[in-house]
């Protein structure tokens, strides 16, 4: 009996202690902050590095330091152009912003483009062949004691890549960036190394909003607004619902980019109407396996064209539009002869 008693008492302090603890631990969570009190911060940051340093790039076609890309503070007195000065430049280098509608608020993302490239562009469901370099930016309010100070610590870099990353599995600001560049070209050497050219290369200055927010990830903070430098060697078209058109040509506005609103929580003040999105169903074009709401799977209706149309038709439309227009053949024209 006294022996029970005892493992009684240790098994309700235990409990007492592990709920303790557990209550602690919850006091010291941080509530997820206001994403537009946030962007504010991260703007203020941001246009305060673009305006205090300046650039110095490496113009070496054919090598693999071309276009790298140098930050330097601009001390007292000193006479170098800022990066802000680039902007809306009219020509390279300069600086230039778009809005990003995410998280319920609109976000200015700026990003310098030190050469366009002169292939084509990905969208922001492709994927690209990459090098780049990471920085978090850190801003120190001044006191009594110390001066305010901004300074950018590298978190990652990779000069050669080796895989594609698809734009979808990114960084928000990476598929709201990549799209305003183009790739390049590129040969094989006879040892087996590749020399790229021509190839688009800038760099995006990230607010958190559109990075990793309050997760942080790996050594970068919570809160951190990024700065990728970055040059879009290749890229590559994906087909993100497999129905056999590639993603880049459901995108019927053809602004580059194609979004899926169905996500309320990232897109709660977007248009109940989709640009990319045929029969209107919700769902965007490039993750519906129907677009034209019809009952037969777009990937069928590419095998076997007739699929759907009138029996009265015994032969596919020839890509001159020279045929009746019904709503069948218009699908099959703009799906097969684009």
């Known amino acids: 009996m006294n022996k029970f008693k005892y493992y009684f008492i240790l098994l309700?302090?235990?409990?007492?202690?592990?709920?303790?603890?557990?209550?602690?631990?919850?006091?010291t969570v941080e509530p997820l902050r206001d994403y537009s009190v946030q962007f504010t911060t991260d703007n203020t940051t941001i246009e305060e590095y673009l305006k205090t340093y300046y650039i110095t790039v490496t113009n070496h076609p054919g090598f693999s330091d071309d276009q790298d890309v140098v930050f330097t503070k601009i001390e007292t007195g000193g006479t170098q152009s800022s990066?802000?000065?680039?902007?809306?430049?009219?020509?390279?280098?300069?600086?230039l912003s778009r809005d990003v509608n995410f998280h319920g608020i609109t976000y200015k993302a700026y990003y310098l483009v030190l050469r366009e490239g002169i292939g084509e562009k990905p969208t922001n469901a492709?994927?690209?062949?990459?090098s780049y370099r990471g920085d978090y930016l850190t801003r120190v309010i001044a006191t009594t004691t110390t001066a305010?100070?901004?300074?950018?610590?590298?978190?990652?870099?990779?000069?050669?890549?080796?895989?594609?990353?698809?734009?979808?599995?990114?960084?928000?600001?990476?598929?709201?960036?990549?799209?305003q560049f183009k790739k390049g070209n590129y040969t094989t050497n006879?040892?087996?190394?590749?020399?790229?050219?021509?190839?688009?290369?800038?760099?995006?200055?990230?607010?958190?909003?559109?990075?990793?927010?309050?997760?942080?990830?790996?050594?970068?903070?919570?809160?951190?607004p990024l700065v990728f430098s970055f040059k879009l060697y290749e890229i590559q078209r994906l087909d993100q619902d497999s129905d056999g058109i590639p993603t880049y040509l459901e995108d019927l506005n053809g602004d580059g980019y194609?979004?899926?609103?169905?996500?309320?929580?990232?897109y709660p003040k977007t248009p109940t109407s989709n640009p990319d999105d045929t029969d209107g169903d919700g769902i965007p074009n490039f993750y519906d396996v129907d677009d034209d709401g019809d009952n037969f799977t777009t990937k069928l209706e590419i095998k076997n064209p007739l699929?759907?149309?009138?029996y009265s038709f015994a032969s596919i439309p020839d890509c001159s539009g020279n045929t009746t227009n019904t709503t069948r053949v218009k699908k099959h024209l703009d799906k097969n002869c684009r």
Do not use: H
């Open 190 to 224: 006879p040892d087996g190394t590749v020399t790229y050219s021509d190839f688009g290369a800038g760099v995006m200055f990230l607010p958190s909003g559109l990075a990793y927010y309050a997760s942080g990830s790996g050594n970068i903070p919570s809160y951190s």
């Open 126 to 130: 492709d994927a690209v062949l990459a």
């Open 307 to 310: 699929t759907g149309l009138p």
């Open 148 to 179: 305010a100070s901004l300074t950018a610590t590298k978190f990652e870099e990779s000069k050669f890549p080796q895989i594609f990353f698809s734009l979808t599995n990114t960084i928000t600001g990476w598929s709201e960036i990549f799209p």
């Open 83 to 95: 990066v802000w000065s680039y902007l809306n430049s009219t020509s390279f280098p300069k600086l």
């Open 12 to 27: 309700v302090t235990s409990l007492s202690l592990f709920s303790c603890s557990n209550n602690n631990d919850s006091a």
């Open 258 to 266: 194609v979004y899926d609103f169905r996500n309320t929580i990232n």
